[in-house]
Antibody
Framework: EVQLVESGGGFVQPGGSLRLSCAASGFLFKNFEMNWVRQAPGKGLEWVSYIVSSSGSTIYYADSVKGRFTISRDNAENSLYLQMNSLRAEDTALYYC???????????WGRGTLVTVSS | IQLTQSPSSLSASVGDRVTITCRASQGIRSYLAWYQQKPGKAPKLLIYRASTLQTGVPSRFSGSGSGTDFTLTISSLQPEDLATYYCQQLDNYPSTFGQGTKLEIK
């Protein structure tokens, strides 16, 4: 059974940092592209970042997080990460990781981890 | 690429035919997916490549379109279809989502 479990969320002050993790199981993680998607409270879905399968050599970011967030993966640990620096109030959201079938869809999603940025 | 869904919300009765539209600001071929998100849950994939039904999704859901104009249709609305529906383009990155359509049951 495919499972994605996010962790690492929490409460942080503006300007602070957090590192989110997504533990994958039930599939050959290194073969799949992955994405982070976030959802602010009561709002819609916002794509955040993408990383290609295997090498992780191709990465994309939303303009809203570029230069502040870093996506990475550890195929040996079956894990996806999102390092978030210089956090702002508008980064407050539930962060989901999602398994991706290239150009087609995000077929499995975790339950999300909540990030709250507030003073 | 901007995706505009309409309507933003709608209320319909059980058994009704419901149509949601998604318009892209530029052509995205058929690289469009539809998701259903129930309250407190992660999004669930319904349709990909504009018209292909994901395994396990009831056949009352269907999708159509290509280029810039797409539709999601529920042929006979069921109580469990209460949810917010999102379209997503995957033609290129940055991927984008529509703003969502909240579907309520009368």
């Amino acid at each position: 059974e495919v499972q994605l479990v996010e962790s690492g969320g929490g409460f942080v002050q503006p300007g602070g940092s957090l590192r989110l993790s997504c533990a994958a199981s039930g599939f050959l993680f290194k073969n799949f592209e992955m994405n982070w998607v976030r959802q602010a409270p009561g709002k819609g879905l916002e794509w955040v970042s993408y990383i290609v399968s295997s090498s992780g050599s191709t990465i994309y970011y939303a303009d809203s997080v570029k230069g502040r967030f870093t996506i990475s993966r550890d195929n040996a640990e079956n894990s996806l990460y999102l390092q978030m620096n210089s956090l702002r109030a508008e980064d407050t959201a539930l962060y989901y990781c999602a398994r991706t079938i290239s150009n087609y869809y995000f077929d499995f999603w975790g339950r999300g981890t909540l990030v709250t940025v507030s003073s | 690429i901007q995706l505009t869904q309409s309507p933003s919300s709608l209320s319909a009765s059980v058994g009704d035919r419901v149509t949601i539209t998604c318009r892209a600001s530029q052509g995205i071929r058929s690289y469009l997916a539809w998701y259903q998100q129930k309250p407190g849950k992660a999004p669930k994939l319904l349709i990909y490549r504009a018209s292909t039904l994901q395994t396990g999704v009831p056949s009352r859901f269907s999708g159509s379109g290509s280029g810039t104009d797409f539709t999601l249709t529920i042929s006979s609305l069921q109580p469990e279809d209460l949810a917010t529906y999102y379209c997503q383009q995957l033609d290129n990155y940055p991927s984008t989502f529509g703003q969502g359509t909240k579907l309520e049951i009368k």
